[in-house]
């Protein structure tokens, strides 16, 4: 391709022969400023269009009648989870936490301004950019819960979850390192949340699916799992598809910088990684239940893929490729066995989101030391202790609380109806032939 | 031979299926279908404007049955279907004239 | 996280401490060059995408046997207004205003090409990433008119308005500010467009639906409101997701230039702020409906997020968060009171793009003085009132003309049977049971 | 827009008056080395998406029984493209080349890593960044095969013949130009892939639909086609605008570079260029289905937005606009035709791809000379003739050795009850009243 | 008792529903069918081949009512479904033997 | 006037339809219904868990035709909807009493 290598030919031409690039090196303040930004930006929007792919994931693998509730939870959270952040959760996560256990409890504004004479750039980056960021982070954590207490909890109450999960508990364990709080001081290292987001969501989703209980019909009266297959599997595979691409701004832009070639080359080796470690959960996925169960299962490879995108997130940049890609499938086997393990011990997880989110939360945490000399396994371990009980811990007490007061779950009736009808009185797919009727 | 339709609450098919086949009920064929009766629809809010969903989804059975069922599988319908709410349903019972099974062509009741 | 400080220290260790960027700083022309450039660029893909947004959100929103027409009708819009925007519109609206009410006549074309030997760096950006970035625009304002006019008017007439509107009276009015026109003169400030993208596609849909007349079976004889609810709220959902992933590029790119550090500092809060006005357009549409109805209703949730999102285009700069989330929640407590009151009025619009966008438009418009120092209400309301009249009586003519000639609503008997059997003779979803009935 | 003038202003004026960037431009080399790699990453995602788009196509397009099925190849076939091109293909394609046929056989490794001191800039972009970016293009050329052989081909057998088309077949022939092997000494010019992944895809299609055969029931007893419609439009036509926004990633990174102001030009040209020949596509396919069938067939405008698509993909930077959107319209053109004299010749393409990728695929790669002086007929046409032998006589020797040893075809039986059931266990929407049945 | 099946254009089915309601039936089952008769399918052009589309959709009712009420119902559907084009559907009528209400066990006219 | 309703396998309605409009039969109504018999469901697993799906697809054809076509129609569908498979379906016969044409109102045979 004659094109293809003038263009190639024409860069080489541009940079003098044999330039490097020191890690200190000298580009424009002002430039790498721009970049920066613009890196979170990207990484911005990219993780807020997975607030439409875990709606659809999660749309899709509920049934009929409780599809337009799912859909309405999803873009519900996504905004409260942004409020709240805005209104608490990032100076709680982000304000003079100076390795303790909590910052400073205020409304964030920008530090600086378009209207301002001049910008400082010592922050190396613009501070809505970095806002931007951390908040489409804390929805994410957010979308995990609902996935899991699907198809049986009250509207309010789980918005009131939502909100204290991502008004404190969120807020609260990510000041500990990404705050520079205490776990931070000792050494745990969380690279784009495996632990601080997802087993988070992981936790509080599991906690909820005990204490509200299985839905209706799961469970047969001799203990046997009765399957409850989704509405729509394209719209599960969609919300997958979206799942994976935003995955590349919540690795990718975690490197905070694109400032510098060596951050430049951080980002791009994180987005191969990221993208191979999905890749080899979906390929294990499809081999180990063809071998199990003699039929490819589609929800178990979705999950797969996810299981793979979660097990790097806590470490995307050290891993090789293959690394990775052996990371991923780790992850993916996990899920296939902790699936049907769930169910064994009667806690009904609609999406998978448990063994997704924080069974593989906790395995790529782990993994970190394989790949990364400069972590611990015991400094790893303390963080996902600490954190799973703390983030436990707070999510029972609301849990309860909950329960306890207004109530968490739908009547049987309404379970029965489904919450399209019971709690928004319109249908996800209102004409005829639509059923909510698995026979 | 008879032909028993009945309309049933959706998520009772399931109960009401394992009850059939332990009276010896080995072929069914159901579909979708809405109805009122008692069980009225409801009025729901859309976009501000009141109306009225007239009908309710239920699940519909059409069983072929030898005349010497017919009791067993009323009352069988009867038990597995009930909730005492409004809206169980209700079994119509028909007169079959003829019955053939493409596959053999059995006729009668070798084909039920 | 080890990594996040490293990397952030890093960042700092590169600025030499305290440097500070002025506001005519000094990026070197050529680096701000490709970053113009590249913002169009990436802005102009994110708006490419609400064509997309548009296109589900109204196929969810009209029955089953609507549907396909209404794919037909966005992908179809999207290709006519780029072409006539190409063919007459950019000129139209960009080329010698100077001041008055209309730019030149002539055919589109880049400026410089990547053939010439070098590249004048004045113009600040590459042409051809401008136009690109204005061309999606165009078709925003034309999507707007097909969600209103669904289920009812004839597909090539249709085309005949859009081809009208994307090619004289959106650039015309359009001129009259961006162009540099006599609006602009007078002071009136419409950042991205909630008057002059948004009012405008709401002014023709309401003249459109006002001579086209209601859908068959939507008022009943003693004039109440019959619902007809959409074929598919996870389609509806999905549509509100790409809009709101759409709208980072729509507002955050419209401040044209990432070549400073302030212009990065302005784009940053652009986002933050789009974002945080849908968050409380979907916070305030929840409550409402609850409070109103008794049971939220999630298709004014998705059009409260629209609504927040245009409200803030008009000045997604200068309003703090909170503010922000307030000019969002004012635009979904609009939408939710005058969706009802157009039914009362017997003006039927299929997806509600009358009360968000045309409305919300207005409303965003207006509060422009609240937060922009600069701005005045006088000015504003001038701008409103110029551009509502002028693309009203154009749309009225344009309207009236065809449906005098060719005709602009289908018969009653292929209203009945959908425009997908009737104009495409094929069904959306054609295998069996999915009826087009809602019962 | 006072805030605009302002914005383009202040850019102004930040540039020194006249200011020319000559082609071997003076941008920092770290600067431009970061902004290449940056080109990469968006384009990279951006085309990784596109792999989402061929899913909804496909799914959209097959019947309901075979859905799943068709969302599992998609996902499946983007993970083993990956794993197959780390393992063999890049290296294969593009280390040690050099004019000849084949690459060398290694695992590709990242040549710098962010773990290095410092980074070499002479590549000028990150490794992985590049690698990122060709890897996702390989998914591609597997995505086209998916879509034409769907409904009747075993599930195993499939992922066989991908991984010998993603490992071998595409890096092979991709050597011999973009590796700068003997077609790219010949002149042979293919700026993003017309022929090297459109055409490749679409032969592995041609020849997999051929040995296969056709659907059960797709031609009568008398030879009559009989239409078999796919089950959801509205997935049908998402996958189509997904594509399209892919598009601009996979031709405007293909400029390779985006470190000067004339490669920010390219950029910019290229992605109105993409857009434009899309839109010509959609609307001569809207007019010519209008003008001979008297009803438009939105299935053929969405194969006609693609058509656009793969014909620009050649040569997506000369063309000035009006040529852009004539080259898509002939293309559109090309594929209305081929459509029905496919069916004619009983090849049962099930979504289109071999007129798209294939045929507009030659025709893009033919149409370079008209707007390119730097490429002559004889030399497009050696690398068309070349390659389609190359792909064709490979893929037949894999489909055939497939056939004889463990089969490709499903039974009639499990063809009839659909992919779903038989090759995966579940349903895509498994609640009653979906059925997939016709009728 | 009779069972009366009718098969009527899907439009009409909100002014029937009405209008049987004012005839005193509160029970109704409905179901979404295809069919053809009079009123053929239609052949359409799809990716330039031609098909036929043989069947038009078509909503199907089933009542239940007492003997007495066939008149007064035959009349009320054959009203409200008429448009007098083709396809406006049929009426069938059949002996229904036994009905029984599954909530309460009320046979006969008391069940329906 | 006999009512005949069939349970055939989907794939066969081509057949079935165009087998009927050869013997006369030009009026004819479908829908889409699940069932099972013979031809039991079959266990799958889903998620790591084994469950029974108990229906399976089928197509639910009724006929009202003249007395004196059931044999003819009969032995048609036999035929056109045979495979020789488990599931190949039933048909069933009932008396129909009366049949009206909504457009026209004309009842009896000729309304079919
Ligand atoms: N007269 C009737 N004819 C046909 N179907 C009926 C009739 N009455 C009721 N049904 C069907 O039975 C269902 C249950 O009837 P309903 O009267 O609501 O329940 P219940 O008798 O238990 O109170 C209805 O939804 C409708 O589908
Ligand atoms: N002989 C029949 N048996 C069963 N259903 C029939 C029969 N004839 C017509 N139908 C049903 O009635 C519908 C309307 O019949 P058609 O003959 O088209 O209308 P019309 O009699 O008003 O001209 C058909 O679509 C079909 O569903
Ligand atoms: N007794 C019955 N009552 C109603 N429908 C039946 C009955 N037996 C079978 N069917 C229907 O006929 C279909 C085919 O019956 P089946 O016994 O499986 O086929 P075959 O008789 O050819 O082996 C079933 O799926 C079911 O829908």
New binding site residues.
């Given amino acids: 391709m004659k094109k293809r290598i003038l263009a190639i030919g024409l860069v080489a031409a541009i940079m003098s022969m044999g330039v490097t690039a020191p890690a200190e090196a000298a580009v424009d303040p002002e430039v790498a400023y721009i970049l920066n930004s613009l890196l979170f930006l990207i990484g911005g929007f990219l993780v807020m269009w997975m607030a439409a792919g875990f709606c659809l994931l999660e749309a899709g693998l509920v049934r009929t009648k409780n599809v337009a509730t799912m859909c309405l939870k999803n873009i519900g959270l996504y905004a409260v989870a942004g409020i709240l952040y805005f209104l608490v959760g990032y100076n709680l996560m982000y304000s003079g936490v100076d390795g303790g256990f909590i910052g400073s409890l205020s409304l964030w504004s920008a530090g600086e301004t378009a209207a301002s004479e001049a910008v400082k750039l010592d922050g190396g980056y613009a501070s809505a950019s970095d806002w931007f960021f951390q908040m489409v982070f804390v929805a994410t954590a957010a979308s995990i819960v609902s996935g899991t207490v699907a198809e049986r909890i009250k509207l309010f109450p789980f918005f009131a979850f939502i909100i204290v999960l991502t008004g404190l508990i969120y807020p609260i364990e990510g000041a500990w390192t990404w705050g520079q709080g205490w776990l931070n001081v000792r050494g745990f290292s969380d690279f784009a949340g495996s632990t601080i987001v997802h087993s988070v969501g992981g936790w509080a989703a599991l906690t909820g699916a005990i204490i509200l209980g299985a839905r209706r019909g799961k469970y047969g009266p001799n203990g046997e799992t009765r399957p409850i297959p989704g509405s729509s599997l394209t719209f599960a595979t969609l919300g997958t598809f979206i799942l994976w691409l935003g995955w590349f701004g919540f690795n990718g832009a975690s490197q905070l910088a694109l400032g510098s070639a060596i951050d430049a080359v951080a980002v791009s080796q994180i987005f191969a990684n990221t993208n191979m470690a999905a890749a080899g959960g979906v390929v294990m996925a499809m081999c180990l239940t063809k071998f199990l169960y003699k039929k490819v299962d589609l929800t178990m490879v979705l999950n797969g893929a996810l299981a793979g995108l979660v097990s790097i997130t806590a470490e995307p940049l050290t891993p090789t490729i293959g690394q990775a890609i052996l990371i991923g499938a780790v992850g993916a086997t996990l899920v296939v066995f902790v699936v049907p393990l769930l169910d064994k011990l009667h806690i009904d997880d609609v999406v998978g989101a448990i063994p997704v989110h924080l069974v593989c939360g906790i395995w790529g945490t782990m993994a970190v030391p394989l790949t990364n000399d400069g972590t611990s396994f015991a400094a790893q371990a303390l963080g996902v202790v600490s954190i799973g009980a703390f983030v436990s811990a707070a999510s029972i007490i609301v849990w309860l609380t909950l329960k306890y007061t207004v109530g968490i779950r739908v009547s049987a009736e309404d379970e029965d109806r489904g919450g399209d009808l019971s709690e928004l009185g319109m249908e996800a797919y209102p004409e005829f032939g639509h059923g909510s009727q698995k026979i | 031979m008879k032909?028993i339709t009945a309309i049933i609450k959706p998520f009772k098919l399931d109960d009401v299926r394992l009850a059939l086949n332990d009276v010896g009920?080995?072929?069914?064929?159901v579909s979708e279908v809405k109805g009122y009766g008692r069980q009225k629809g409801h009025s729901e809010i859309y976009r501000g404007a009141e109306y009225e969903v007239a009908f309710v989804p239920k699940i519909r059975l059409?069983?072929?049955?030898r005349d010497d069922m017919v009791e067993a599988v009323r009352e069988t319908l009867r038990q597995a279907a009930h909730t005492g709410e409004f809206g169980d349903g209700k079994i119509f019972e028909f007169d079959l004239e003829q019955a053939l099974?493409?596959?053999?062509g059995e006729m009668g009741d070798e084909?039920?």
Same sequence: chains 1, 3, 4.
């Avoid at chain 2, 009920?25 to 064929?29: A, E, I, K, M, Q």
């Avoid at chain 2, 099974?101 to 053999?104: L, Q």
Wanted: glycine share 6%; no cysteine; aromatic share 0%.
């Fill in positions: 032909m009920v080995n072929g069914l064929t059409e069983l072929a049955i099974r493409i596959r053999t084909a039920l």
